[in-house]
């Protein structure tokens, strides 16, 4: 990534600080494949702005976006894993755009009714939070929550979502065993942790996709080809000589526990370019429904083919064949290595990104090549992992721009 690239991406992190921190206090003033309401998706044109937003513009994005900082915040301070934490953002995303589809009249109340209601459901522990930022968020909109029609009306479709979640498979429980021999994933060092994460995310209910599994990939190199040895050594040489540049890309990417997650992170950019549009409650709404049930389905169609294939971590094969002592730059997660999550969910945020923002298509394309390369740097994935998480992502992005008729 360039130093241009990389500058853009240190000032869409620092941007999230000041967003949280307005989000806490409270200063921002026809079914599809996955079984989805009966809800015409609106084709709305929207383009970056070539002025500064006015007033309203900004108010009226807020309605939104406030929701999603909050969400975010929480993410972090739940310590969300990723297909949870993506599965969160889509479900408060939907709901805020079916609210400010059906609330046409009163658009910020609607969306405010659903997402808190959502986001009570999700983070309990919250209420109080939630609740302070749905009253003034009604208060904006001139209605009271306790007898605002717009208010009552996005509770009504937060309450669909919820119903939504509690059938979408993601309370099962996993009780079976892994796959043993050379090839297969073993939990690695240095905590050793199991069971693995989230075995069954796989066959969560999808958004935009038919299941999980519609694009699943072939199967990863194999345990002792060519390939397989040639990236494992791979892994281990540039493990070797890490420049200050490859750390910084990993750990500006590695999003681990206690942080907001890889689908998070690219929530982060979407708002960084959304502040720069002058876009309206309905058209912001869109966006994050559209960027947040694609990371949705990228991590199910993701976890499908981890747990499909079961694949051994560089950390399990570079201490067989190479070095017995050897540790990845960034702690190796507790779940199979093919494909990687990361660089699937950055497939298909940067094409969801990229149908709505045509002119920051090169830059949000590199932006996802980077976080897929970072798993690399970071000793948790090998080439193939990335290469073919991301053209997977890419696929689940593509699903989600035909459904909400983002393509120009």
Not at 257 to 283: F, K, Q, S, Y
Not at 298 to 305: Q, R, S, T, V
Request: include cysteine; charge should be neutral.
């Amino acid at each position: 990534m360039t130093s241009s690239r990389a500058g853009v991406s240190s000032r869409l992190v620092t941007c999230f600080a000041v967003v949280v921190a307005s989000a806490v206090t409270g200063s921002v003033a026809g079914a599809n494949p996955g079984g989805e309401p009966s809800q015409k998706v609106l084709a709305i044109g929207v383009s970056p702005a070539t002025t500064k937003p006015g007033a309203s513009e900004v108010a009226r994005r807020a309605a939104v976006t406030q929701w999603i900082e909050l969400e975010l915040d929480a993410i972090a301070t739940h310590r969300t894993n990723p297909p949870r934490a993506s599965r969160a953002l889509a479900l408060v995303s939907r709901a805020m755009y079916e609210a400010a589809v059906a609330g046409e009249a009163s658009r910020g109340a609607a969306v405010a009714g659903a997402a808190s209601t959502v986001l009570a459901f999700l983070f309990p522990d919250e209420g109080g939070r939630i609740h302070g930022l749905a009253q003034r968020a009604a208060k904006a909109s001139g209605e009271a929550p306790s007898a605002g029609n717009g208010f009552a009306l996005g509770r009504r479709i937060g309450e669909a979502l919820i119903a939504r979640a509690e059938s979408d498979g993601s309370a099962a429980a996993w009780n079976g065993t892994p796959p043993v021999g050379p090839a297969f994933w073993i939990p690695t060092p240095p905590g050793f942790v199991y069971p693995p994460l989230e075995p069954l995310a796989g066959t969560w209910r999808t958004w935009n996709l038919a299941s999980g599994a519609q694009f699943r990939p072939g199967p990863p190199p194999a345990f002792g080809s060519p390939q397989f040895l040639a990236e494992n050594q791979e892994v281990y040489a540039i493990s070797q000589s890490l420049t200050d540049e490859q750390k910084r890309i990993a750990d500006y990417w590695a999003d681990g526990p206690g942080t907001v997650t890889p689908p998070g992170h690219w929530n982060v950019i979407a708002l960084d370019l959304v502040r720069e549009a002058d876009w309206g409650t309905l058209a912001t709404a869109r966006l994050f429904a559209a960027l947040n049930t694609a990371q949705a389905d990228a991590f199910i169609a993701c976890w499908d083919a981890k747990y499909a294939y079961w694949s051994l971590r560089p950390v399990t094969a570079i201490r067989e064949l190479i070095d017995p002592s050897w540790l990845s730059y960034i702690t190796t997660p507790p779940f199979p290595s093919y494909v990687s999550g990361h660089s699937t969910t950055s497939g298909a945020a940067s094409s969801v990104l990229s149908a709505l923002f045509p002119t920051r298509a090169d830059e949000l394309a590199a932006m996802a090549e980077e976080a897929a390369v970072s798993r690399l740097y970071g000793g948790i994935h090998f080439r193939s992992d990335n290469d073919v998480g991301l053209e997977l992502g890419q696929r689940v992005g593509t699903a989600a721009v035909q459904a909400y008729s983002l393509a120009s």
